[in-house]
């Protein structure tokens, strides 16, 4: 099915544990986003990326790491896990035409838990 | 500190009664105004959007207001269905010429429809 999908839905960790989300678009849009929500903070924009090998940070970008090799695929890395990053994780793409400004296709989610 | 903000964090009605959501910005260079929808376990869907240039969109059931001198915009939604029950999401972005689909989103406010 066409769409943007993300790895794994669920996942527990213990601190200091490098964690991988993984994140594969099955059209081939340029630009894609990884959001965490949070309670009382909504959803925050991690990192983006522009293209592949075009990234950028977000609001909130320490502790994490992307990359961005091939345009459908877009993983985000925690490279030594900690107990605020608890969060779901959310991937996005973006159709860029003109006149749409926003309107962002999401993935399912990752629900991450650091012990 | 919050750019987009979303000051209520739930919302009951009654079905078949309207719903106002509201959100509240403090960027004036934002010209660009969306809702997302979310259902529990599922990533944001997007719902409607409005341009700075405007000051009323509707889509069915679903309308935008935006007071640029207040910053603010709100949803209506008219009649209410239990099927509206989610959490909202408020966006906006800054883009002119950057055009990056970069969004920064409000807290998120949970609407319940009762039947």
């Known amino acids: 099915d066409a769409g943007i999908t993300q790895s794994p839905r669920y996942k527990i960790t213990e601190t200091g544990r490098q964690v991988t989300l993984m994140c594969h678009q099955t059209w081939s849009h340029s630009y894609m986003f990884w959001y965490r929500q949070d309670l009382g903070h909504g959803l925050r924009l991690i990192y983006y990326?522009?293209?592949?090998?075009?990234?950028d940070k977000g609001e909130v970008p320490d502790g994490y790491v992307v990359s961005r090799s091939k345009t459908e695929n877009f993983p985000l890395t925690l490279e030594s896990a900690t107990r605020s990053q608890t969060s779901v994780y959310f991937c996005a793409c973006w159709p860029w035409t003109p006149g749409n400004t926003g309107e962002l296709f999401f993935g399912e989610g990752s629900r991450l838990t650091v012990l | 500190d919050q750019q987009v903000k979303q000051n209520s964090p739930s919302l009951s009605v009654q079905e078949g009664r309207i719903s106002i959501l509201n959100c509240d910005y403090t960027n004036s260079m934002f010209d660009y105004f969306l809702w997302y929808k979310k259902y529990p376990a599922e990533g944001p869907t997007f719902l409607i959007s409005i341009s700075s240039i405007k000051d009323k969109n509707e889509d069915g059931r679903f309308t935008v207001f935006l007071n640029k001198s207040a910053k603010h915009l709100s949803l209506h939604i008219v009649p209410s269905q239990p099927g509206d029950s989610a959490v909202y999401f408020c966006a906006a972005s800054r883009d002119g010429s950057s055009n990056t689909g970069k969004l920064i989103f409000g807290q998120g406010t949970t609407l319940q429809v009762k039947p």
């Open positions: 990326s522009a293209a592949a090998d075009i990234t």
